[in-house]
Structures are given as structure tokens and as C-alpha cells.
């Protein structure tokens, strides 16, 4: 005895088969591939300068002679400080130079390789059945 199986046209007049195929859609998005934080940095430095300071005195030698002698001559200096130079530090913010800082937006072509999948009907025969396509 052999069994015969049954295909879905002995059940029906009229099958229908949805046949699928990939298509492709491409999108872009935006993805955060850094973080930069940028800042100034201070730096302290300790600077010894050696400045040269002039001071004023008034001086009055008074000269004493002996009336004994007089070859022998006493001295006396007063000396009474008038004005001097006193040194004064300003510091002066100076540039050194300019950082520029820019985004930069270039493109560039990527090839984008996928395999796709479609189906197709195929109609496979037993005997002598005419198919037409």
C-alpha cells in the first residue's frame, strides 16, 4: 500500500504563498566617541632679582682744631638720611599666546557590506504536469 500526501491544492482551489524579501535601510546617528575637557593650569615660580637701591644722606663734617696744636684736627660727621629708593613689585599679566580651539567636521565614505535573503517560489513536479511560468 503506498500513501499518498496530500498538497494544500487537493484541499482548496487556490493557495497563496506571501514570498519575503530583506531590504536594507541605512541610518546614521550620532555617538559620543571622546570627552575633552579643556582648562588653565596655573603655575607659581619663585624669582630672586638682585636691584641695586640708592640712598641720600646729608653729611656735615664739623672740623675742631686745637688752639695748642694745631696740626692736631678733630673730626666730627654727622650724617642725617635725606631720602632712599625703596623698591616696589607690580606684576603685569603678560600673554604668552593664543590657543584656538575648533570642532572639525569632515566625511568620509564607508562601505557597508550585508547579506540580503529573498525567496522565490519553486515548483517541483511529479509526472507529466505542464507548468507554465
Given at each position: 500500500m503506498t500513501e499518498q500526501q496530500n498538497s494544500p491544492l487537493d484541499q482548496q482551489d487556490e493557495v497563496t504563498l506571501q514570498l519575503q524579501k530583506e531590504e536594507m535601510e541605512?541610518?546614521?546617528?550620532?555617538?559620543?566617541?571622546?570627552?575633552?575637557?579643556?582648562?588653565?593650569?596655573?603655575?607659581?615660580?619663585?624669582?630672586?632679582?638682585?636691584?641695586?637701591?640708592?640712598?641720600?644722606?646729608?653729611?656735615?663734617?664739623?672740623?675742631?682744631?686745637?688752639?695748642?696744636n694745631p696740626t692736631d684736627i678733630k673730626l666730627e660727621t654727622i650724617r642725617i638720611p635725606l631720602s632712599e629708593e625703596q623698591i616696589e613689585v607690580t606684576l603685569t599679566p603678560a600673554i604668552l599666546n593664543d590657543v584656538e580651539m575648533y570642532k572639525n567636521q569632515y566625511e568620509e565614505l564607508i562601505q557597508v557590506h550585508e547579506t540580503l535573503k529573498e525567496e522565490k517560489v519553486r515548483i517541483e513536479t511529479v509526472g507529466n504536469v505542464n507548468v507554465v511560468d
Amino acid at each position: 500500500m503506498t500513501e499518498q500526501q496530500n498538497s494544500p491544492l487537493d484541499q482548496q482551489d487556490e493557495v497563496t504563498l506571501q514570498l519575503q524579501k530583506e531590504e536594507m535601510e541605512i541610518n546614521k546617528k550620532w555617538v559620543d566617541t571622546a570627552d575633552v575637557t579643556i582648562y588653565k593650569k596655573k603655575y607659581t615660580e619663585e624669582k630672586q632679582v638682585l636691584v641695586s637701591v640708592t640712598h641720600e644722606d646729608l653729611i656735615i663734617e664739623k672740623k675742631l682744631a686745637n688752639p695748642q696744636n694745631p696740626t692736631d684736627i678733630k673730626l666730627e660727621t654727622i650724617r642725617i638720611p635725606l631720602s632712599e629708593e625703596q623698591i616696589e613689585v607690580t606684576l603685569t599679566p603678560a600673554i604668552l599666546n593664543d590657543v584656538e580651539m575648533y570642532k572639525n567636521q569632515y566625511e568620509e565614505l564607508i562601505q557597508v557590506h550585508e547579506t540580503l535573503k529573498e525567496e522565490k517560489v519553486r515548483i517541483e513536479t511529479v509526472g507529466n504536469v505542464n507548468v507554465v511560468d
